[in-house]
């Protein structure tokens, strides 16, 4: 079979181009390069802003690289007296922003230089996608016939020919959903070796090469993992809510301060979790089972047993012949027997039927260790009770591996089920998942007017509002009296939709008729799939809607009603914006929905869930505490959940996962939470119970290093701050492009539309809302389902919501902020004071020197604060930031205000408590007011200054103005200067009790307060 995947290339146009021909216009054609194959356009004569229109398809001869290739698109003058070409301009796009056909919309990129001294101008019209049509054949390169300059890609003579490729594996190219864990030379070459017939494209974004993370070996003495108690003195938050560093044993080894010092060479992709081992047993089918019924048949199913922990796959009905392929992990830590039971049953009502049984001895069950090949499945005898062979075959494999292993998270885990019987619906609901959030689009609706409108009632004028709804997102216009049948309204209406698009846009226009009363015109429904995609901020063509009766109408009066009620819409779906999903200081993704902006990834993320201890019981079994945890983490558009953990206080989860990282600006979150699927309801039903969360930002950590810490499960009750046990993570963040990381400093924070066409903070807010609603109900729909109070949890969804300890927490956090300001102030006092003679004359000395040298007030400036910073650095942050109880004002919390920060909304508490609250955000804002009064005093008096307000005092003003005007025409400035300083750090001797008389002139000055009612 033959590779269909191609890249197509169409130049549609370019716009305001230099003009290079020496009389105002230029013959522009372009020349396109990739994969060693080179097109070129036509040439259009004389013509700063060309239209071609022409398409171009690419052989991709390795799809596994596309994300490394590169697009590059030259635009050339054509110069015909002497057969030569000049330059206009060229653009590179990278493989991570090429796209499939239906994703791709035309976008305009401005011209780069080639060199430091080009002279370029315009932007360029493209639309790039991949396709694997086998209808569409690759364009003729054309041969290299000139010598390219040394910076453009160099081309081969050589024909596009396409390269083999299995056609089971092509539509995977298109795919959207792709996670990657990191590359491994031995791990990776073993696939390789395994699939070479049948390359996949969608391992498109690994690179071939294993990435390998070692470190310099250093020697150690054997010793149990330190716990340093590490809190810095700022915070001064008790020691037991502060992170706790520790130094585990991972799968590459001890991590010591960071570093790993190996134990062992053995490569291992999962090198942040502890070494654990499983015994696997994947049972297959079976074949010639005896008939158990009186009336021949047989309804199979197989229970594998080892100790007080037993799997239990499907049965089948009527079935000698099953298939099962299921998988069974048991833990080798809770393992307590040395004999392993395969036991074949005949499913009855009453009691079930013994078929025949399978025995291994542990001790005989052989190791593997990836990226060994999966150990064949083989046949083995039944027996029955007594250990005599009988009719009957069942095909196992049967071996001991570890969470490397590809069959981990598939299987059904002991540790992750009740030592009695587990049914498989259960246990395929506690298995670690994950998940891929569906990509967010903004629908954008454009309401400009509508005609022809037949009203209800013919004695009146309709009063119309358009209404737009897609699913339960409902937004209407304002209304307007349409005086001529006719309405405008011109109004901008903001949705959010999740691809793939199963909501339409409904759109009516309705009449008010009465208060709370409406009737429809007419109305029409747009399906989302429909809609023109745009990545900028381009026009769209607006389109001219006929409205549709919403009742059924007979034949004849459908012929007598030939004319219809007309609505103008412009209807887009911007992918030109993020869409927010979650709370703005938490992002963990910045990137637009367009994937064609996209950026290459700047690194790799990788967390190891290792363990948690002390967890606060989370319900009652048996007549004791217990928990049935599991984690979750969230990063960009891919979330994850581990396996959760049975009847455990303290869970070894040892699970880890990679994201790619676009943006170091980001968090990544990380929440444990406890299994309501397992256990009685209680009172809160059947939610999951929140345990606690952690974030961690990105750009506080240090590339290479590995942070081992224990992290404090922190929880706000009702009751107060509530330690709710501790996490052990190991996170590391590793660069691959260091350039890049450094140039996303210099970037935008939001994509560029944000700030063409900026959203109200309103606006901001109701579209978070709805695409948290949007994800958690299509996760929700997941196997295992993720809740919809764990993504509003890990989403921070009611963090706008009004708190008296967040506002608390703000305004110190505000003093804490200007606290520098308040200490050179005062430090400035005491020298005005001279409080310390020798301090404030050396304040003079240097004062004076730089009245006298102004050209070293910058620098100065600069290098001191370079200075500092230099000094800090001994004293920087050596682990990531943690939620600090005293900064949060969650220590000394008055437990109403937690009451009222728990509330609901609108609230649900009695009149009178309401009413207390009220007074006392009354007397709060009663503060502020008075601040916010006296700030805009001093305004007022500044601006009176020269309004007349008060003539004497404008008279006077004026007057001080000419004369300091003519004295500092005649006296330098540096005399002035020096001269004032000198003044305002005089000695106490020469000062007085009283205000200067600069203040009393300012204080009298009048203020608006008089006309206030």
Known sequence: MMNNLKLGVDVVSAHNLLPKDGLGSSSAFVELYFDGQKFRTTIKEKDLNPVWNESFYFNISDPSNLHYLTLDAYIYNNVKATNSRSFLGKISLTGTSFVPYSDAVVLHYPLEKRGLFSRVRGELGLKVYITDDPTIKSSIPIPATESLPSKEPSVTNAQAQTVPNAATNTHKVESRHTFHHLPNSTHHHHHQSSASAAPSPITAAVPQHGTKYEFDEMKVESQPPKV??????????????????????????????????????????????????????????????????????????????IGNYKGITKHFEKQQNPVWNQVFAFSKDRTQASVLEVVIKDKDLVKDDFVGIVRFDINEVPLRVPPDSPLAPEWYRLGDKKGEKIKGELMLAVWIGTQADEAFSDAWHSD??????????????????????????????????????????????????????????????????????????????????????????????????????DEIIGRVIIPLSSVEKRADDRMIHSRWFNLEKPIALDVDQLKKEKFYSRLHLRVSLDGGYHVLDESTHYSSDLRPTAKQLWKPPIGVLELGILNAVGLHPMKTRDGRGTSDTYCVAKYGHKWVRTRTIVDNLSPKYNEQYTWEVFDPATVITIGVFDNSLLGEKGSNGNKDLKIGKVRVRISTLETGRIYTHFYPLLVLHPSGVKKMGELHLAIRFTCTSFVNMLYQYSRPLLPKMHYVRPFGIMQVDMLRHQAVHIVAARLGR???????????????????????????????????????????????????????????????????????FPELILPTAFLYMFLIGVWNFRYRPRYPPHMNTKLSQAEAVLSDELDE?????????????VRMRYDRLRSVAGRIQTVVGDVATQGERLQNLLSWRDPRATAIFITFCLVAALVLYVTPFQAVAALAGFYVMRHPRFRHKSPSVPINFFRRLPARTDSML
Not at 901 to 910: K, V
Request: aromatic share 10%; net charge neutral; hydrophobic share 40%.
């Open 416 to 517: 992750a089920a009740m030592p009695i019987d587990s049914t498989p619906a259960i246990s395929a609901a506690i298995r670690s998942k994950v998940y891929h959030a569906p990509r967010l689009w903004y629908v954008r609706v454009n309401v400009i007017e509508a005609q022809d409108l037949v009203p209800t009632e013919k004695n009146r004028f309709p009063d119309v509002y358009v209404k737009a709804q897609i699913g339960n997102q409902v937004l209407k216009t304002k209304n307007v009296q349409a005086r001529t049948l006719c309405s405008l309204w011109n109004e901008d209406l903001l949705f959010v939709a999740a691809e793939p698009f199963e909501d339409h846009l409904v759109i009516s226009v309705e009449d008010r008729v009465g208060p709370g009363k």
């Open 228 to 305: 340093v108690r590490m809190y810095s003195a700022s915070s001064s938050q008790p020691a037991e809510y502060a992170l706790k560093e520790t130094s585990p044993f991972l799968g590459g080894g001890r991590v010591v301060g960071g570093r790993v010092i190996h134990g062992d060479k053995t490569a291992s992709t999962y090198d942040l979790v502890e070494k654990m081992h499983f015994l696997y047993v994947r049972v297959v089918k079976a074949r010639d089972l005896p008939a158990m019924d009186v009336t021949g048949s047989l309804d199979p199913y197989v229970e594998v047993k």
């Open 901 to 913: 920060e728990f509330d609901s909304f609108p609230t649900s508490r009695s009149p009178d408590v």
């Open 782 to 852: 997941a196997e295992p389902p993720l809740r919809k109070e764990v993504l509003e949890y890990m989403s921070d969804i009611d963090s706008h919501l009004w708190s008296m300890r967040r506002s608390k927490a703000h305004f110190f956090r505000l003093m804490t902020v200007f606290s520098g300001l308040f200490a050179v102030g005062k430090w400035f006092g005491d020298i005005c004071l001279w409080r310390n003679p020798i301090t404030t004359v050396l304040v003079h000395v240097l004062f004076l020197m730089l009245v006298c």
